[in-house]
C-alpha cells in the first residue's frame, strides 16, 4: 500500500535562500509524525510543502499515492484530502464558529445544508466546543478558535492532518485543550503530521519523531529514542535548550540537561 | 503638567542641578504662564468678532442671502429636479466608477504584467487629472469618437464622474483587498475551495467591511465633483445643484438659492460624514 505521505528530494528555496535543502521521508497510515525542531530550520516550510501552500523547488510530495507535485494535478480535489491547522487558526472572522465549519463543506463537497450543520455539530462537539456554535471568533479564546479551526478540517473528513505548530499562539494554560484533542484524533487512528515543540506530546503521542535543522532531517525515529536518547549533538543541544531553558546558557556538553543522560552511546 | 512633575523632585538636588540661576521658584510658574496664554487667545477671539459683527454690512448680507420670498422659488425644483439630478449623477457615477474601480484593483494584483502596467497608468492619470479637466474632456468626446454617448446629458455626466471614481476606488478597494491576512486565502485554499471561490467567499466579504468607511467618504466627494457637471452646459430638466442655485440667483439677482442649495449638499453630505465616522469606529471596536 502506498504511504500516506511520501517527500522525496524536497527543495525550497525562498529568492536566494534556501530553506529545505532535500528532504525524503514518508509517513503511513494512521501514524502520527511529529517534526521538531530550531525556527528556521524549514520545518514550518516543509509542512506547508506537503499541501502545496508552498511550490517546492524540486522534489515530489506524495499524499495517498498522488504527486501533488505534477503541474497537471487538481490541487483543489487534493487538498480536500488533507486537513490544516495553521498557528494563528485562521478561523473566517465574518462567520459564525458553525458557519466556519460549514462553508467548506457547503462549497466545496456541495453538501446540503442540513447534512453540513449535522456534520458540523457533530465535530464541533468533538472538539469540546459545542455551545459556541453562534459565536464569531473574535468572542472566543485562543484554545476555543484552534479547536474550532480542527473542527473546520475534521469536517471535510480528510484522510491526513498538517497540524502547524498549533499550539505556539496561545496563552500556556490553554495549550492542554488543543493537545487533548490532537492526542484524541490519533487515538483514533488519523495520520497526522505536526510541527511542534510540544516535547511532552511528541514523546506521548508521537509514532516517529523528526529533527529538522538548517533545511535537512538531522534525526528521525521512534519518539523515545530522539527525544529521550538522541544520537547527534545539534539535537541534544536543541532539547537541552527547549526542556530546560533556564540552564539554556550554560551548554554546550554541561551535562545537567535530562536531554544529555546519555550522550555515550 | 510634566514639566511640573520634574520640576519638583528637581528642586532638592538643587546644586547638583544645570548651570544658571538657583533652580528656586520661577518668576512665572508654566501653570501661570498657560493661564495668561489662554487669556490672551480669548481677549483676541473677542476683537475680532467684534470688529466683524460692526464692520458687517448686516442689511446688504440679509438682502442677498437670506432673503425668504426667494428661497420659496426654488421650491419644488430644488428637490424634484435639483437634488434629484445631482443624486442620479453621483450614484450612476459611483456605481459604474466602483465596478470600473475593482477591475483595475484586480488587474493591479494580476500577475500578468501588462494589466498590472495599464491599471496603474490608469490610475495615476485620472488621479492626477483635476476633475474639471476630465469633464471638458468630455465634452469633446464625442467630435472624437464620431458619435454621441448614450443618455445624453446624464450618460456624459455620469461617465465623467465615473471615470474619476475608478480611479480612486481602484486603489481603495485594493487596498482593501490587500489588508485581508493572508493567512484566510491560505485556510480557504487548504479546505479545497478554488482561488476564485476563495476570493469571492472568504476575501472578497472581508475586504468590502474594511473599504466601507473610505467609501463613504469617497462617495461624499464625488458628490461635491457632481456640481462640475455644470461645465457640460446642461439645461432644463438634467440641471443639478449647482447649476440650479447659479441659474435663479441670476434670474433672481439674488445669492438666496446659493445659499439654499449649499444648505442642501449639507443635508446630504452631513448625515452620510457622521455614517462614515461611525462605521469606522464600529470596525476599530469589532477587530
Known amino acids: 500500500m502506498a504511504h500516506a505521505v511520501e517527500i522525496k528530494d524536497l527543495h525550497k528555496s525562498f529568492g536566494e535562500l534556501e530553506v529545505l535543502k532535500g528532504i525524503d521521508f514518508t509517513v503511513d497510515q494512521g501514524q502520527v509524525v511529529c517534526v521538531i525542531g ?8 516543509l509542512l506547508r510543502c506537503v499541501n502545496l501552500l508552498e511550490q517546492p523547488t524540486k522534489g515530489t510530495v506524495r499524499v495517498g499515492g498522488v504527486e501533488l507535485t505534477d503541474p497537471d494535478v487538481d490541487i483543489d480535489a487534493a487538498r480536500r484530502r488533507l486537513g490544516m491547522v495553521f498557528q494563528s487558526f485562521n478561523l473566517f472572522p465574518h ?13 466545496v463537497l456541495k453538501r446540503g445544508s442540513g447534512e453540513a450543520e449535522r456534520v458540523a455539530r457533530a465535530n464541533l462537539e468533538k472538539v469540546g466546543v459545542a455551545d459556541k456554535c453562534d459565536v464569531y471568533p473574535a468572542q472566543l479564546s485562543g484554545g476555543q478558535q484552534q479547536r474550532v479551526a480542527i473542527a473546520r478540517a475534521l469536517a471535510m473528513d480528510p484522510d491526513l492532518m498538517l497540524f502547524d505548530e498549533p499550539t505556539s499562539a496561545l496563552d500556556p494554560e490553554l495549550v492542554g485543550d488543543v493537545l487533548s484533542v490532537m492526542r484524541d484524533l490519533a487515538r483514533d487512528g488519523m495520520t497526522m503530521l505536526v510541527v511542534t515543540h510540544e516535547m511532552g506530546f511528541a514523546r506521548e503521542v508521537a509514532d516517529r519523531v523528526v529533527f529538522m535543522d538548517g533545511g535537512v532531517i538531522v534525526e528521525e525515529g521512534p519518539a523515545d529514542q530522539v527525544i529521550g536518547d538522541p544520537r547527534h549533538a545539534r539535537t541534544r543541544t536543541f532539547l537541552s535548550r527547549v526542556l530546560d531553558p533556564t540552564h539554556a546558557g550554560d551548554e554546550p556538553g554541561a551535562g545537567s540537561a535530562p536531554a544529555d543522560a546519555g550522550p555515550g552511546s | 503638567m510634566t514639566d511640573h512633575l520634574t520640576s519638583g523632585p528637581a528642586d532638592p538636588a538643587g546644586p547638583a542641578g544645570p548651570a544658571g540661576p538657583p533652580p528656586g521658584r520661577a518668576r512665572l510658574s508654566p501653570r501661570k504662564r498657560q493661564r495668561i496664554s489662554r487669556a490672551i487667545q480669548y481677549v483676541v477671539l473677542a476683537a475680532v468678532l467684534l470688529t466683524v459683527v460692526l464692520v458687517a454690512n448686516w442689511q446688504g448680507l440679509a438682502e442677498n442671502f437670506t432673503k425668504l420670498d426667494v428661497a420659496r422659488q426654488t421650491l419644488p425644483e430644488l428637490f424634484t429636479v435639483a437634488l434629484k439630478n445631482t443624486i442620479i449623477y453621483t450614484v450612476g457615477g459611483f456605481v459604474l466608477g466602483a465596478l470600473g474601480g475593482l477591475l483595475f484593483a484586480l488587474m493591479r494584483m494580476s500577475s500578468v504584467r501588462p494589466y498590472r502596467w495599464i491599471a496603474t497608468i490608469y490610475i ?6 483635476p476633475a474639471l479637466l476630465i469633464f471638458l474632456l468630455i465634452l469633446f468626446l464625442p467630435l472624437v469618437l464620431g458619435f454621441q454617448l448614450p443618455g445624453g446629458t446624464y450618460g456624459s455626466g455620469i461617465l465623467g464622474l465615473a471615470v474619476i471614481n475608478a480611479a480612486y476606488m481602484a486603489e481603495t478597494l485594493r487596498a482593501g483587498l490587500q489588508a485581508v491576512p493572508r ?8 479546505l479545497g475551495m478554488s482561488h476564485a471561490r476563495a476570493m469571492a467567499t472568504i476575501v472578497i466579504p472581508q475586504a468590502i467591511r474594511i473599504v466601507i468607511p473610505p467609501t463613504t467618504n469617497q462617495f461624499v466627494a464625488l458628490l461635491k465633483d457632481s456640481s462640475l457637471v455644470f461645465f457640460l452646459g446642461v439645461s432644463g430638466e ?17 445669492a438666496t438659492p446659493i445659499l439654499v442649495v449649499g444648505l442642501t449638499y449639507l443635508l446630504v453630505t452631513i448625515p452620510l460624514g457622521y455614517l462614515a465616522g461611525r462605521l469606522e469606529a464600529r470596525q476599530a471596536k469589532g477587530r
Open chain 2, 238 to 254: 438634467y440641471v443639478e445643484l449647482t447649476k440650479f442655485g447659479n441659474d435663479v440667483a441670476s434670474t433672481t439677482s439674488n
Open chain 1, 38 to 45: 530550531p525556527s528556521g530550520s524549514g520545518k514550518s516550510t
Open chain 2, 183 to 190: 493567512g484566510q486565502m491560505e485556510a480557504a485554499r487548504s
Open chain 2, 124 to 129: 495615476e492619470i485620472f488621479r492626477g487629472l
Open chain 1, 95 to 107: 462567520m459564525t464558529a458553525l458557519q466556519n465549519v460549514m462553508i467548506a463543506q457547503r462549497r
